[in-house]
């Protein structure tokens, strides 16, 4: 038996269906570490006296399950029952999320792992040991962005929507990968998993009513190496959910309506763009240079001076390449694509036709046999499947690389390369 503790950290609002699931997966962990499960189930108390009171007795039965759950090492914390609710504007799944690791981080060794997981994901039973094992196999390792993977579920608006959504993500993640972004991860709050250690120094999440995770993951890269590929998935439930305010649940609510606005298909071009940053901060840290990039950080930043004071305050190129990606984080990427997408105005069958005739020549006839004629509404559901698994492998191959390469040369992440 490991000396290590597993500590699941799991909010859970109107989970009462498929938390048992959760729950199920984790109880079949064939895992040589201690496995401790917290649970948070949570809701604003002002919902007790509106529309949401349904919500409210669904977490109550959630509650009741819990308490009489006795497979599992389970500590419940209710924020739920009548007079435990949220109250004003502290509330919403990031609160959550910081109230689990409140708890857990008090009682747990630096050394212990913590597994931020959804109430509504399943996972294989060696998923804690995968983990544990690509840990053991990465030492300087402080996180892991899990690979994941949307089961279809035999609905037609649900699986075109899950379908569209996750080429959304991989276009996205693929080509941050490709030009060596530190940043190249998807971050979803149930495949997320670190040191506790390394949770402390980040200071855990913060208590965002959304893309609590995404601020996390940014946080652990700034610390660390954060590993991108695990032998074990997990796999979220592709369901509606208007929970939170975008995410999986309201993208596939909205995608299923025809408004995809919010996650655009990117084009490639604009990473190059980025890339050819990257590729000229060793030029940046002696003069300026411009570029679209360029030019959208000096209207974020409100100024045309971005980098003497790094140049000030980092002597070598070495270190003002870490301060640059610091400073031009996740964050700034997003926002600067979704500046560019505008400007361009190229529709998202367009944008990843591009991609493909790019990059992957060899297959784009085979997805694009009529490109004039492709669109995400009239494609068939294999189609788009298969697109998606596409997708998906060319990540894999990238992420295997990147963590073997990061192994063999004991780099604690691209920060730092």
């Given at each position: 038996?490991?000396?290590?503790?597993?500590?699941?950290?799991?909010?859970?609002?109107?989970?009462?269906?498929?938390?048992?699931?959760?729950?199920?997966?984790?109880?079949?962990?064939?895992?040589?570490?201690?496995i401790?499960?917290?649970?948070?189930?949570?809701?604003?108390?002002?919902?007790?006296?509106?529309?949401?009171?349904e919500?409210?007795?669904?977490?109550?039965?959630?509650?009741?399950?819990?308490?009489?759950?006795?497979?599992?090492?389970?500590?419940?914390?209710?924020?739920?029952?009548?007079?435990?609710?949220?109250?004003?504007?502290?509330?919403?799944?990031?609160?959550?999320?910081?109230?689990?690791?409140?708890?857990?981080?008090?009682?747990?060794?630096?050394?212990?792992i913590?597994?931020?997981?959804?109430?509504?994901?399943?996972?294989?039973?060696?998923?804690?040991?995968?983990?544990?094992?690509?840990?053991?196999?990465?030492?300087?390792?402080?996180?892991?962005?899990?690979?994941?993977?949307?089961?279809?579920?035999?609905?037609?608006?649900?699986?075109?929507?899950?379908?569209?959504?996750?080429?959304?993500?991989?276009?996205?993640?693929?080509?941050?990968?490709?030009?060596?972004?530190?940043?190249?991860?998807?971050?979803?709050?149930?495949?997320?998993?670190?040191?506790?250690?390394?949770?402390k120094?980040?200071?855990?999440?913060d208590?965002?009513?959304?893309?609590?995770?995404?601020?996390?993951?940014?946080k652990?890269?700034?610390?660390?190496?954060?590993?991108?590929?695990?032998?074990?998935k997990?796999?979220?439930?592709?369901?509606?959910?208007s929970?939170?305010?975008f995410?999986?649940?309201?993208?596939?609510?909205?995608?299923?309506?025809?408004?995809?606005?919010?996650?655009?298909?990117?084009?490639?071009?604009?990473?190059?763009?980025?890339?050819?940053?990257?590729?000229?901060?060793?030029?940046?840290?002696?003069?300026?240079?411009?570029?679209?990039?360029?030019?959208?950080?000096?209207?974020?930043?409100?100024?045309?001076?971005?980098?003497?004071?790094?140049?000030?305050?980092?002597?070598?190129?070495?270190?003002?390449?870490?301060a640059?990606?610091?400073?031009?984080?996740?964050l700034?990427?997003f926002?600067?694509?979704?500046?560019?997408?505008?400007?361009?105005?190229?529709?998202?069958?367009?944008?990843?036709?591009?991609?493909?005739?790019?990059?992957?020549?060899?297959?784009?006839?085979?997805?694009?046999?009529?490109?004039?004629?492709?669109?995400?509404?009239?494609?068939?559901?294999?189609?788009?499947?298969?697109?998606?698994?596409?997708?998906m492998?060319?990540?894999?191959?990238?992420?295997?690389?990147?963590?073997?390469?990061?192994?063999?040369?004991?780099?604690?992440?691209?920060?730092?390369?």
């Amino acid at each position: 038996m490991s000396n290590k503790t597993i500590y699941f950290a799991i909010p859970a609002m109107n989970e009462r269906e498929f938390l048992p699931f959760t729950l199920d997966c984790i109880d079949k962990q064939q895992c040589t570490a201690n496995i401790k499960v917290y649970i948070c189930v949570n809701q604003p108390e002002s919902w007790w006296k509106n529309e949401q009171i349904e919500i409210c007795k669904n977490n109550q039965q959630t509650i009741e399950l819990l308490k009489n759950y006795a497979h599992l090492d389970i500590t419940l914390i209710d924020k739920s029952s009548k007079g435990n609710g949220w109250e004003d504007k502290k509330q919403g799944v990031g609160q959550a999320r910081k109230l689990l690791i409140n708890n857990i981080l008090p009682i747990a060794s630096d050394k212990d792992i913590l597994i931020s997981m959804d109430a509504d994901t399943v996972f294989e039973p060696d998923y804690c040991q995968t983990i544990l094992d690509n840990f053991q196999t990465h030492k300087t390792a402080v996180g892991l962005a899990v690979p994941y993977y949307h089961r279809l579920i035999n609905s037609e608006s649900i699986d075109r929507a899950i379908l569209r959504y996750e080429i959304y993500t991989r276009n996205y993640n693929l080509n941050l990968l490709r030009i060596r972004s530190p940043y190249a991860y998807t971050a979803l709050g149930s495949a997320i998993t670190c040191t506790t250690g390394a949770c402390k120094a980040v200071g855990g999440f913060d208590a965002y009513t959304s893309g609590e995770d995404f601020y996390f993951l940014q946080k652990l890269c700034k610390y660390g190496h954060i590993l991108r590929y695990n032998k074990s998935k997990v796999y979220p439930a592709a369901r509606y959910s208007s929970r939170v305010p975008f995410g999986t649940g309201p993208a596939i609510e909205k995608g299923s309506l025809g408004d995809w606005k919010p996650y655009p298909i990117f084009d490639y071009s604009g990473f190059d763009i980025i890339e050819e940053t990257y590729k000229n901060i060793h030029k940046l840290f002696y003069e300026d240079i411009d570029n679209e990039f360029i030019t959208f950080l000096k209207n974020i930043f409100s100024t045309d001076d971005l980098w003497s004071a790094l140049r000030k305050n980092y002597k070598t190129i070495a270190s003002f390449t870490r301060a640059f990606h610091n400073k031009v984080d996740g964050l700034r990427i997003f926002q600067f694509l979704r500046h560019y997408q505008s400007i361009i105005k190229k529709n998202d069958e367009n944008c990843l036709s591009n991609f493909f005739k790019r990059f992957y020549p060899h297959k784009h006839s085979y997805f694009f046999d009529n490109e004039e004629l492709f669109s995400f509404s009239s494609a068939s559901i294999q189609q788009l499947d298969e697109l998606r698994n596409f997708l998906m492998k060319e990540e894999i191959i990238y992420q295997q690389a990147l963590d073997s390469n990061c192994k063999k040369n004991k780099k604690n992440n691209f920060l730092k390369q």
